[in-house]
């Protein structure tokens, strides 16, 4: 699971450091070169299996997402692909009630439940024998690149799939993709540039490494090789909402 992939520091309130706007700018540049072009309209050409509606429109990327943001990005990269591709659900709440959304992403998920439910039965059917990748981010709340990449990546491989990128039209018919950006949502909501501050177990400070109840999610999970007692679930809602989200979608 993907949980920091580095800074911890939020910068102005919804701004990325510096160094991130230059590496998705790099990325851009790398998906929107010529030779790339030229690849995707070939594949367009021959591909049967996206359709041919227009792309959702392009996201923006040189800052970070705050709460209601994140459910915008995250159903315009579902928008991005295909009927059938995306569904997009909530395995449960943070401390503070924020939602934990997950976008699914692979072919053959067929027509989305009607407006409104977004709570775990919209995740769609079980494929038997597809693998699945489950891409967790954001698990300390002040480690917040991941956050944002996973958004990025979700709906370039919903676009990808709909304009016939053939990686990404073989990978999503032969692979359940989850992405889950933000597993630590109210962290997230309190971190600060330059605040690296560690509750572990007290209340929670400034700081927006643990969850709103002073856990670090990171080590609230059980340990299969410990032969103590298995952490109490009671304050971490988040974890518990991901265990039981593994257990009963494998």
Same mark, same amino acid.
């Given at each position: 699971?993907? @949980?920091?992939?580095?800074?911890?520091?939020?910068?102005?309130?919804?701004?990325?450091?510096?160094?991130?706007?230059?590496?998705?700018?790099?990325?851009?540049?790398?998906?929107?070169?010529?030779?790339?072009?030229?690849?995707?309209?070939?594949?367009?050409?021959?591909?049967?299996?996206? @359709?041919?509606?227009?792309?959702?429109?392009?996201?923006?990327?040189?800052?970070?997402?705050?709460?209601?943001?994140?459910?915008?990005?995250?159903?315009?990269?579902?928008?991005?692909?295909?009927?059938?591709?995306?569904?997009?659900?909530?395995?449960?709440?943070?401390?503070?009630?924020?939602?934990?959304?997950?976008?699914?992403?692979?072919?053959?998920?067929?027509?989305?439940?009607?407006?409104?439910?977004?709570?775990?039965?919209?995740?769609?059917?079980?494929?038997?024998?597809?693998?699945?990748?489950?891409?967790?981010?954001?698990?300390?709340?002040?480690?917040?690149?991941?956050?944002?990449?996973?958004?990025?990546?979700?709906?370039?491989?919903?676009?990808?799939?709909?304009?016939?990128?053939?990686?990404?039209?073989?990978?999503?018919?032969?692979?359940?993709?989850?992405?889950?950006? @933000?597993?630590?949502?109210?962290?997230?909501?309190?971190?600060?540039?330059?605040?690296?501050?560690?509750?572990?177990?007290?209340?929670?400070?400034?700081?927006?490494?643990?969850?709103?109840?002073?856990?670090?999610?990171?080590?609230?999970?059980?340990?299969?090789? @410990?032969?103590?007692?298995?952490?109490?679930?009671?304050?971490?809602?988040?974890?518990?909402?991901?265990?039981?989200?593994?257990?009963?979608?494998?």
């Amino acid at each position: 699971m993907a @949980s920091g992939w580095g800074a911890r520091a939020l910068g102005q309130p919804g701004r990325l450091p510096a160094a991130v706007p230059a590496v998705l700018l790099l990325l851009l540049l790398l998906l929107r070169s010529p030779a790339r072009a030229a690849h995707i309209k070939k594949a367009e050409a021959t591909t049967t299996t996206t @359709s041919a509606a227009p792309e959702a429109g392009e996201g923006q990327f040189d800052r970070y997402y705050h709460e209601e943001e994140l459910g915008s990005a995250l159903r315009e990269a579902a928008a991005a692909g295909p009927p059938g591709l995306t569904r997009l659900f909530s395995i449960g709440n943070s401390v503070e009630g924020r939602p934990l959304w997950v976008l699914r992403l692979t072919a053959g998920l067929g027509p989305p439940l009607p407006d409104g439910d977004a709570g775990p039965d919209a995740a769609g059917p079980l494929l038997p024998g597809r693998p699945q990748v489950k891409l967790v981010g954001n698990m300390h709340g002040d480690e917040t690149v991941s956050r944002q990449v996973l958004v990025y990546l979700a709906r370039e491989l919903a676009a990808g799939y709909r304009r016939g990128d053939p990686r990404l039209v073989r990978l999503l018919n032969t692979t359940d993709v989850y992405v889950l950006p @933000s597993l630590n949502p109210d962290g997230f909501e309190r971190a600060r540039e330059g605040d690296c501050g560690f509750g572990d177990g007290g209340p929670p400070g400034p700081g927006g490494r643990d969850n709103s109840r002073g856990r670090d999610l990171n080590r609230s999970f059980p340990d299969q090789f @410990s032969s103590g007692e298995p952490p109490a679930l009671d304050d971490v809602p988040e974890v518990r909402a991901l265990i039981d989200w593994i257990r009963r979608n494998k």
